[in-house]
């Protein structure tokens, strides 16, 4: 997804070239101190989940960024959150994802029911960010449609859905095909 990322001994160069200030951080074990070329500290210090430098270039290096944002903080928990101009600039650029090859796309999305103790963090996150109704909008069309005739919570469609994803426990054998059977249930 990088055609024109070339190797470097550059310890500055290679942070540079990740996507995400958290992303950038070494740590030096002999010294045992933090080298930041790009307040990746402070950021995971506030648990923020930034772009490096201009948004509209790293989502154009990359278009599969688009997702990651939305995924890491899934992985990292809903304490997490993405920065106002990384998720400004996701939903700026959303129909870029258009020009990911989907085996790239599903490669990413997969993360999302094997890898997030909580997979509603990223739906709610994608749907924050309008990426919800480009990759999934079936899914988008569930919010508002009522659920009370099978819970007394008042959930709406779409929070019913990412309540039953969010109960099959991690632990669980096949994981990915429960998950994804929870997402499709209704």
């Not at 070239?17 to 074990?29: G, V």
């Not at 990651?68 to 129909?95: C, F, H, M, Q, V």
């Not at 963090?121 to 079936?138: A, C, G, N, T």
Request: proline share 4%; with cysteine.
């Amino acid at each position: 997804t990088y055609p024109s990322y070339k190797p470097t001994n550059s310890l500055q160069e290679d942070a540079r070239s990740r996507d995400f200030t958290i992303n950038s951080l070494y740590f030096n074990p002999v010294t045992e101190a933090w080298v930041d070329y790009f307040g990746g500290k402070k950021d995971a210090d506030n648990k923020k989940i930034k772009f490096i430098g201009d948004w509209q270039n790293k989502i154009l290096e990359s278009k599969i960024r688009l997702l990651r944002g939305p995924i890491l903080r899934g992985i990292l928990g809903e304490e997490w959150e993405l920065d106002y101009k990384t998720a400004r600039g996701l939903e700026n650029y959303r129909l870029k994802i258009a020009g990911i090859p989907r085996k790239v796309l599903n490669s990413e999305i997969k993360k999302i029911f094997i890898r997030c103790e909580k997979p509603s963090i990223v739906f709610d996150s994608l749907k924050e960010v309008k990426l919800l109704e480009v990759i999934f909008p079936e899914l988008s069309l569930c919010t508002g449609i009522d659920q009370s005739a099978k819970t007394s919570n008042y959930l709406d469609l779409y929070q019913h859905i990412m309540f039953a994803m969010d109960s099959v426990p991690t632990t669980t054998e096949n994981l990915e095909l429960v998950r994804v059977s929870a997402l499709m249930h209704d």
